[in-house]
């Protein structure tokens, strides 16, 4: 008992120390922030094996992803790569991998690390929606070559050194570096991407270069890649199916579902990406090396949508048919306008990320590792995406009787002198910014104290600033030409039939072919000239309004910006021993975090509440004349415990029992410091607003596994995993009370709030195995199967988490005499993309997504040991992206890609 006292003090000493540091954060042995020795050998099993590698080595449950060879990463894209780990699945855009989600848990809950440090973000820059790209936390890989990238490694449990911030997994994807293969290395590649829906090919060449010098002292690297897409895709939309009560045609029916609307789109884009790294590495000696990198990314997205919408309105419809469920599938809509509409972006993002890292073998027993980085992220919409309606009086049917995703939509042809008249007119769209400064402090110390062997303590600093500014067409010009109270007609030079033959071959139903469409440049400049102008019953609103900006973008003056800081400090304590003949390990640890948020932006403020002349007990509300500032601050701390306990049953199978807490923080876009007042019936008062003073989300999570490594190269797992999640936000009204100078009023204000709990448990099952025993040539074989399985369960609801469904993957690969051929099949099952809308006058169910199926496929032939051909295939089956409501025959999206086809060469030097 006495050799115990010198232990816990020294280890309280050691506490005490590491919580008296005042730099910031960690790395650990297998910690997402650490660099993971790369062997200089190529191809599909070699890759494997060092993922496979990764996974078994590591004292939390990882997986992992390894490149092929030097610019060379298994997908065309790195969230393609991700979706083929156990757990992981994927959200599309353009049918392209964009965003992560992990055992269940959507994009916002997961992090994403570029060599352990935080990525600005600021999503898809091409976003046509009415508020644009929102900007959050969630990462938008898109803008990632995979030329550029060296590896990816899947963290699904928590240590105290690993950052915080994510319940669902910490991502860290690695970028290579000179010092990975030394030496002079260079590696480029050419390859024609062939898209099926545009029938058009498009370039794409990436190239490193990469050399050490000085007795491989000195090394700098270079990395260049250059993407470019001319894409199509394909959609019938219905924005949602709302319940009614209204009378239809005369006749109550009850509670009705109600399509809102139905639109077809068609979307041609042009993406172009360029993107390059420079590393340098100095190792002045062998104890010391200081890396210094910057990437840069630039990716700009020029788009044009042609669109056939339909508006409904329950006051419109005649004969109305409905199904079982009492949904609304056939209807003729009378004393209607049948329109046209055209959408033209022309949208940028730049990410912009910097680092210095000194790595430092202090002494034998003492390693140390200082890290400063930095990254910027912004969207430009540039003019802003345009958004025009033209149309005609008209009636149209819309009939969907048969079930089918597409419907049949009649409506009476354009006639000899019809002519097409002016309607919504206006220019939207959003700047983001996002800047990210982080420094961190890692050390590790190795000990002879019995079973505990290493200690690992650091900090971390990060500071964090989204801004975020909207703008749109100053009112009332976006709206003036629809309301006015005769039509303004448009001269028919302005439009071309649009041809829209073989829309959505692959999607059941029988969609509109053709509709007139426009370039919405030249109608503005139609509805500027000034003779139009004055057709109009209020010209001078127009007139002033187009002295000032046109349809350009006016800046909201409500603005806002979040700025947030975290200070964190962490220690873990690695042990390890025997059992009865078995080697285990356990890492325990604590993490402590604190957090200050600070949102700050421009409203419109409620200065005072006056009292009605004429109504009693109703009040007007008197607001400034000008915008004023506002700034809410927020602060919070954690304490994040973890435990990672390993045993080797036999060399080869390894049991795994995790244990931790781990926190999201709320989106930034949540944060807003503004808040809308109203007025009214003083017993009444109600405004909404967000929320600045959100709490986190916080997860106990439970995980345990078992890996058996049976053969080189080949393994079998199984794992459970539970999440129980407090703070999970819901839209709550929260009685608030205003002292104003005419006295104090009680106001109802709906705003997100921490409100709800969440549990979710789900396993996960994986093999890979390899066909090496097998006789030539079928020993080049090899397969990889994975499945997970999750489900969920709300305080709130009896709903799914959005983004939480089974996945499942099937991978079949052979390698031999450099010959590579890999077929990859994916499922993610049906999963809840967005809540149901319960109050208001539009309430909806849920909105969900369908199964989702895709095959791809990949080869390569080395033809000697400079030169590879290779070739891709996406897609190859065209699946349909759909996206229903509650019931399935109310489909909301039915979306086509289309089947990609590439075909490259490679020489490495």
């Not at 959609?235 to 077809?264: C, W």
């Not at 078992?706 to 999640?725: C, M, P, Q, R, T």
Request: charged letters at 20%; proline letters at 5%.
């Amino acid at each position: 008992m006495q050799a115990g006292t010198p232990k816990l003090a020294y280890l309280s000493l050691l506490v005490a120390c590491n919580l008296g540091l005042a730099m910031p954060v960690a790395g650990q042995e297998q910690s997402a922030g650490q660099d993971v020795e790369v062997i200089s050998v190529k191809g599909i099993k070699s890759s494997l094996i060092r993922a496979m590698d990764i996974k078994r080595e590591s004292t939390n449950v990882v997986d992992a992803i390894s490149a092929e060879d030097i610019g060379k990463f298994p997908d065309q894209n790195v969230a393609e790569s991700l979706q083929r780990i156990t757990g992981v699945s994927i959200d599309r855009e353009g049918g392209e991998g964009q965003l992560v989600t992990v055992r269940g848990m959507g994009p916002e809950f997961n992090s994403v690390l570029l060599n352990g440090r935080m990525l600005a973000t600021v999503g898809d820059p091409s976003s046509m929606n009415w508020d644009g790209t929102p900007g959050g936390r969630a990462f938008s890989f898109d803008i990632l070559p995979t030329e550029l990238i060296n590896g990816a490694e899947v963290h699904k449990t928590q240590s105290a050194a690993v950052q915080e911030g994510a319940i669902g997994a910490t991502i860290n994807i690695t970028t290579m570096r000179p010092f990975d293969n030394k030496g002079f290395q260079a590696v480029a590649s050419v390859k024609a991407m062939y898209d099926d829906m545009t029938g058009k090919t498009k370039p794409q060449l990436s190239g490193v270069v990469s050399n050490t010098f000085n007795d491989d002292k000195l090394g700098v690297l270079l990395s260049f890649a250059s993407y470019q897409r001319e894409s199509r895709y394909e959609e019938a939309n219905t924005a949602y199916y709302f319940k009614i009560t209204d009378p239809l045609d005369g006749q109550d029916y009850g509670q009705v579902y109600f399509p809102r609307n139905y639109d077809q789109i068609v979307q041609n884009e042009d993406r172009e990406r360029t993107s390059g790294t420079l590393v340098v590495q100095f190792a002045p000696h062998d104890d010391l090396t200081i890396t210094a990198d910057y990437m840069h990314s630039n990716y700009d997205v020029s788009g044009r949508q042609d669109i056939y919408p339909s508006w409904f309105t329950p006051d419109n419809v005649r004969n109305p048919e409905l199904d079982a469920n009492n949904t609304l599938v056939y209807a003729d809509f009378v004393d209607v306008y049948v329109e046209s509409m055209a959408r033209q972006s022309d949208a940028s993002s730049t990410l912009d990320a910097y680092g210095v890292n000194i790595d430092w073998q202090v002494n034998e027993y003492w390693h140390s590792e200082l890290d400063v980085s930095g990254s910027k992220a912004e969207s430009d919409p540039g003019k802003g995406w345009s958004d025009v309606v033209v149309g005609r009086p008209g009636e149209f049917s819309y009939d969907r009787r048969q079930g089918q995703q597409v419907p049949t939509m009649t409506f009476d042809p354009l006639k000899a002198g019809d002519s097409l008249t002016a309607g919504w007119t206006s220019l939207q769209g959003t700047e983001l910014d996002d800047e990210v400064f982080a420094v961190k402090f890692d050390n590790s110390l190795v000990v002879e104290l019995g079973p505990l062997v290493e200690v690992n303590f650091g900090a971390q600093y990060t500071d964090r600033t989204l801004g975020k500014v909207y703008g749109e067409t100053e009112g009332p010009l976006s709206w003036i030409f629809a309301d006015n109270s005769t039509r303004i007609p448009l001269p028919e030079t302005l439009f071309r039939l649009f041809d829209a033959d073989g829309f959505l071959s692959g999607a059941s139903g029988t969609p509109v072919n053709q509709w007139p469409t426009f370039n919405t440049d030249e109608i503005m400049a139609y509805l500027s000239r000034d003779e139009v102008i004055a057709m109009l019953d209020d010209p001078e609103a127009a007139r002033a309004v187009m002295s000032r900006n046109g349809f350009g973008r006016v800046l909201d003056q409500s603005a806002y910006e979040v700025n947030e800081e975290v200070t964190a400090f962490y220690t873990d304590f690695n042990f390890e021993g025997e059992l009865n003949g078995m080697f285990w390990n356990m890492v325990a640890g604590l993490r402590y975090v604190d957090t200050t948020s600070t949102s700050s932006g421009k409203q419109i403020a409620l200065l005072d509440l006056q009292p009605s002349q004429n109504e009693p007990n109703k009040v007007f509300a008197v607001y400034s004349d000008d915008y004023v500032p506002v700034e809410i601050s927020n602060s919070y701390q954690d304490w994040l415990p973890s435990l990672n306990a390993n045993m080797n049953f036999t060399d080869d199978l390894i049991g795994r029992l995790a244990w931790s807490k781990s926190i999201t923080r709320p989106e930034l876009n949540e944060m807003s410091p503004l808040t809308s007042y109203g007025d009214g019936q003083i017993d009444g008062l109600s405004g909404s607003g967000s929320n600045p003073l959100l709490a986190p989300y916080t997860s106990k999570n439970l995980d345990l596994s078992l890996e058996w490594y049976y053969d080189e190269g080949s393994y079998v797992a199984l794992a459970y995993f539970n999440k129980d999640i407090d703070g999970y936000l819901g839209t709550s009204v929260v009685p608030e009370t205003l002292v104003l100078p005419s006295g104090s009023y009680n106001y109802e204000i709906s705003r997100p709030v921490n409100e709800n709990n969440t549990e979710v448990d789900g396993y996960e099952f994986a093999v890979q195995h390899m066909f090496s025993s097998l006789p030539e040539p079928f020993d080049g074989l090899g397969v990889i199967f994975n499945l997970t399985k999750v489900d969920s369960q709300s305080s709130e609801d009896n709903l799914p988490l959005i983004g939480l469904g089974d996945s499942q993957n099937l991978i079949l690969f052979y390698e031999k005499d450099g010959f590579q051929l890999r077929l990859a099949y994916n499922n993610r099952a049906r999963f809840l993309q967005t809540k149901p809308v319960t109050s208001g006058s539009r309430q909806r169910d849920g909105h969900y997504v369908d199964d989702y199926k895709q095959l791809d496929v990949s080869g390569s032939y080395d033809i000697d040991e400079t030169w590879t051909v290779f070739f891709e295939g996406i897609n190859l089956t065209n699946e349909l992206t759909v996206k229903s409501a509650e019931y399935a025959n109310q489909t909301l999206q039915v979306i086509e890609t289309g089947p990609r086809y590439a075909l490259g060469l490679r020489a490495k030097f």
